[in-house]
């Protein structure tokens, strides 16, 4: 079962997530930082410090948002950086923050479906993706196209959200996706579903050995699932 924005609308997947991302974007770094506590920001540092040794010159970001990966990016020193997102509401934000950090002659933020990407094959020595995967309309072709743009001998690194386990962090976990988050994240944003939304996407999504699966089929080899902070997220690290 696909898991909807607007359960109420007819639109498809892919533009109700465009829609409910161009509803939050006034909000979206304020409440990410804030609902995490700010532990997304070191989710995001350790997940670049993976691509250290491989030092690629040419990223992709997938699902790039306002920006936040692709900035943290620049830590590898790349010659560039591409950002690819079907929210122009998140891309406005996100073009603002590279402009007044003075690097948009590195960063360059486009409007595109990541899952039907513009780019020739073999064009960047690492594609990055961070909380996006999740909200394809079709999960294997948006990986298998990543695989495409990447130069054989790349990386792809993926950080999505998972589900932890062990008591009592299950509990407390499940607790606040579900109650408090959805509260305040109505409430800051205005937008009544995209909060709940998030609950529902991450309980729907094929994390661990099963994410690793559909990975391997879209042409990634020698797979890697790295847990982080008792299982709330998980960097998936894939290799052409």
Known sequence: MTVLPYKEQDASKKEQVAQMFDNVSHKYDFLNHLLSGGIDILWRKKAIKLLKKAQPKTILDIA??????????????????????????MLSFGREKIKKLGMDSVITLEKGDSERLHF?????????????????????????????????????????????????MKQLYNFY????????????????????????????????????????????????????????????IGRK
Do not use: H, W
């Open 177 to 236: 996706f579900k109650n408090i988050l959805p509260t305040v994240g109505k409430i800051v944003s205005k937008d009544t579903s995209a909060y709940t939304y998030l609950y529902d996407s991450v309980q729907a999504f094929p994390e661990g050995s099963d994410f690793i699966k559909i990975f391997q089929r879209a042409g990634f080899n020698n797979t890697q699932c790295l847990p982080l902070t008792f299982g709330i997220s998980t960097i998936y």
């Open 64 to 89: 790039t948002g306002t920006g936040d990966f692709a900035i943290e990016a620049l830590a590898l020193k790349p010659d560039k950086i591409v950002g690819v997102d079907i929210s122009e509401g």
């Open 120 to 168: 020739e094959d073999n064009t960047f020595d690492a594609v990055i993706v961070s909380f996006g995967v999740r909200n394809f309309e079709n999960l294997e072709k948006g990986l298998t196209d990543m695989c495409r743009v990447m130069k054989t001998g790349g990386t792809c690194i993926v950080l999505e959200f998972s589900k932890p386990q062990g008591f009592p």
